[in-house]
């Protein structure tokens, strides 16, 4: 068996060990794809690294989407770096290998970043801060999203799932309810997807996201600077991806 083969097959022990005892929605399990990813992308298996970076995406924005009610704005921050470090490896995979699906998860993974994560949590607080009447509900749904939290940390085996479907389904309520009561409520939670974009574009429109990022990946390290965009049109299938230029 060769290193690869060996490296691979500890990576995929641990991600089985880590589902098994932590489940799928574990900041550890999700760190461990994101060894397998970079594993595979820098071994040429990108067909299994586009299923595996797929996957991630889909856990980073679950994670995220509801760690960003009760986590601190540094503890936010820390997991901002982690999430931004995953799109970075993305936009490397897609230079490496373009992939029309990794094409629409990185467009997705821009608007969540740049829309919801760093707007919601202080959206939410002006809300808060703007009328009374809605900070307790406020103040305790992001008690439960901590305490909700914390339980999804512990081992399986030890979680309380009467607990769990308890508290998920005070916070659906209270969700409910503030959507309900609060006007702007739905639209600071909302998690727009690329397709909820292109539906909004006009026949002769396009939505361009340009980017940046450090290309590290297929065994090469670089402090050169990498500029791409993303272009959606209607009527595509999934957004383009266009390198545009190297700045060292």
């Given at each position: 068996m060769g290193e690869f083969e060996k490296c691979e097959a500890s990576l995929l022990k641990t991600q089985m060990i880590r589902r098994k005892v932590l489940g799928n929605e574990h900041p550890?399990?999700?760190?461990?794809?994101?060894?397998?990813?970079?594993?595979?992308?820098?071994?040429?298996?990108?067909?299994?690294?586009?299923?595996?970076?797929?996957?991630?995406?889909?856990?980073?924005?679950?994670?995220?989407?509801?760690?960003?009610?009760?986590?601190s704005e540094r503890e936010l921050a820390n997991y901002m770096n982690i999430f931004s470090k995953s799109v970075n490896d993305q936009f490397c995979f897609n230079q490496i290998a373009p992939s029309?699906?990794?094409?629409?998860?990185?467009?997705?993974?821009?608007?969540?970043?740049?829309?919801?994560?760093?707007?919601?949590?202080?959206?939410?607080?002006?809300?808060?801060?703007?009328?009374?009447?809605?900070?307790e509900s406020i103040s305790e749904l992001r008690a439960m999203h901590r305490s909700l939290g914390d339980l999804y940390l512990q081992p399986l085996a030890e979680r309380d799932s009467n607990q769990i479907a308890q508290i998920e389904s005070q916070i659906e309520l209270r969700e409910k309810e503030l959507a309900r009561s609060m006007k702007d409520y739905g639209n600071v939670t909302k998690q727009i997807k690329w397709q909820h974009v292109q539906q909004k574009l006009k026949p002769n429109e396009a939505?361009?996201?340009?980017?940046?990022?450090?290309?590290?990946?297929?065994?090469?390290?670089?402090?050169?600077?990498?500029?791409?965009?993303?272009?959606?049109?209607?009527?595509?299938?999934?957004?383009?991806?266009?390198?545009?230029?190297?700045?060292?």
């Open positions: 550890d399990y999700v760190q461990t794809l994101r060894m397998i990813a970079e594993l595979y992308t820098k071994t040429n298996k990108t067909e299994k690294a586009e299923a595996v970076y797929a996957e991630i995406s889909i856990l980073d924005s679950k994670l995220l989407g509801k760690a960003v009610y009760h986590l029309e699906h990794i094409n629409a998860v990185s467009f997705d993974n821009i608007i969540f970043q740049k829309g919801f994560l760093m707007q919601a949590a202080a959206h939410l607080r002006k809300l808060s801060d703007s009328d009374g009447t809605y900070s939505a361009l996201e340009f980017i940046q990022y450090e290309f590290n990946q297929a065994n090469e390290n670089s402090d050169s600077s990498f500029y791409a965009a993303l272009i959606l049109l209607p009527g595509n299938s999934f957004p383009k991806f266009v390198p545009l230029l190297m700045k060292q």
